[in-house]
């Protein structure tokens, strides 16, 4: 990309363009790698042979290729005995996910094992993800199974440059999703599965998601090509592998049942100003379900909403609220507990993959969450979308800077040229 002559976004994305018609989806700028989605099965691309024609090769040698990312950072880390990070970023649907799964499997590959590990960190990492995905993921309108969530997987090594463990660390969930959703998108994956679950969904009084709030926003609720009772399968088995026990699988569909519950209730305004009560017995049977479920006292959950608390030097006031304001304690309740929960699997699944505290070195890829760009965009997608550029913008700030003041890498007029080619890219995202 630094060589060609007029370097503006037109030039560019031509060149872009011309690549991928040849079957070229990776292309180099400098160390960064830009990949275009092929929206294909490219298995020779990805294999074993691939694999081991990059391994050890000087980065630029051969076609550009994430393996070639993987590997350069596996030897810095080795040569200089310092800890990298990979970044993957890009619009949603753009192929972050893939790209970290493969990047991943190369490092698993050069990296190997260490003694007496059964299963490669690579497994243990793939096996936890449906549960991810059935708790962190949705449908956009851009992608089917969009991750709402940041992850950072860090991948640990031990003296010999030997995986030694991992751990996933997870950001920013999007938790506004559990209450609010767009036309032609779902919420989380788990609601649906749940659903759709047959004698577990009847165990929960559930029906069919356009009989929740929380889903019927939307008048999406079937996957092309996906099954959601046979992905609640799945998730139940991944939290077989993860080792979450039966009681504590019960305990988590019935919070994600409770959820569902909490939505349908409904408030009309109260006799005193300023107040609420619930609605109707149909919000009535909702508010003790979800009570049931969460197991607490009915009258306390109902006060949880309908009142709210005012700290005060001389002691807690509590003042009755409005319906409107009551909905909004409802949500705000439903996200809490939902973002409470994916922490808890988190975490869960970081004790099952197996963390070294003592690594020498780390290799952290940054699967960064998706940007998506409508006619209107949410408040708290541009404010996720502001914070993640801005990161990105400070820290590709701080690599060129460090560049041409060593003139390193492939000295300072390079430096400027993937500089000048990485704002435009970023230009058109913004
Ligand atoms: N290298 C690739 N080869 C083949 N198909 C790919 C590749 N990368 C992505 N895809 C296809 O694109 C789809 C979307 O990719 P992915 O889920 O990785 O996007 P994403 O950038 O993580 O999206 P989001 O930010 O919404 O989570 C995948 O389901 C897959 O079918």
Redesign the pocket.
């Known amino acids: 990309m630094t060589k060609l002559v007029y370097l503006h976004e037109p030039g560019v994305l031509c060149n872009l363009a011309l690549r991928y018609r040849l079957n070229e989806?990776y292309t180099y700028t400098g160390r960064i790698l830009i990949?275009v989605?092929?929206?294909?099965?490219?298995p020779h691309?990805?294999d074993m042979h691939m694999m081991e024609q990059y391994r050890g090769v000087q980065f630029g040698e051969l076609s550009p290729h994430?393996f070639a990312i993987a590997d350069a950072s596996y030897r810095a880390m080795v040569s200089e005995n310092c800890s990298q990070s990979i970044l993957?970023s890009?619009?949603?649907?753009?192929?972050?996910?893939?790209?970290?799964?493969?990047i991943m499997r190369y490092l698993t590959f050069v990296g190997g094992r260490a003694i007496g590990d059964i299963r490669s960190v690579e497994q243990q990492v793939l096996e936890s993800n449906p549960l991810l995905e059935a708790f962190g993921?949705a449908r956009?309108v851009?992608?089917?199974?969009?991750?709402?969530f940041g992850k950072f997987v860090e991948i640990q090594f031990n003296k010999s440059g030997r995986i030694s463990g991992a751990a996933v660390r997870t950001y920013l969930l999007e938790r506004s999703r559990v209450v609010q959703i767009s036309e032609s998108e779902r919420n989380y994956h788990c609601f649906y599965q749940l659903c759709a679950s047959g004698k577990d969904a009847d165990k929960y009084k559930l029906a069919h998601p356009q009989n929740f709030y929380y889903l019927n926003q939307s008048h999406m609720y079937e996957l092309e090509g996906v099954n959601d009772a046979e992905e609640y399968l799945k998730t139940r088995r991944a939290m077989d592998i993860v080792g979450i026990c039966f009681s504590d699988q019960e305990a988590i569909f019935r919070i994600v049942a409770a959820i569902l519950h909490l939505g349908n209730i409904e408030f009309s305004p109260g006799k005193e100003f300023d107040s609420s009560v619930i609605k109707d017995e149909k919000c009535k049977f909702h508010l003790q379900m979800a009570a049931d479920l969460l197991m607490v006292d009915v009258n306390l959950l109902l006060s949880t909403m309908c009142y709210r608390t005012i700290k005060t030097p001389e002691g807690n006031i509590i003042k009755a609220v409005d319906s409107s304001a009551a909905v909004i304690g409802r949500d705000t309740l439903a996200k809490t507990v939902y973002a409470r929960l994916f922490d808890w699997l988190v975490d869960n699944i970081n004790k099952s993959i197996g963390q070294d505290m003592e690594s020498r070195s780390q290799i952290g890829v940054l699967?960064i969450?998706?940007?998506?760009c409508f006619k209107y965009n949410s408040c708290a997608s541009i404010l996720l979308m502001k914070s993640f550029n801005n990161i990105l913008i400070s820290m590709f700030s701080r690599w060129s800077r460090r560049n041409i003041k060593q003139k390193k890498l492939i000295g300072a007029t390079s430096t400027l040229l993937i500089t000048k080619i990485y704002w435009i890219l970023l230009k058109r995202n913004q």
């Open positions: 989806i990949a989605n092929p929206f294909a099965k490219l691309m990805y994430v993957v890009g619009e949603s649907g753009a192929g972050k996910t893939e790209t970290t799964k493969l993921n956009t851009r992608n089917d199974n969009s991750s709402r699967d969450y998706g940007f998506e």
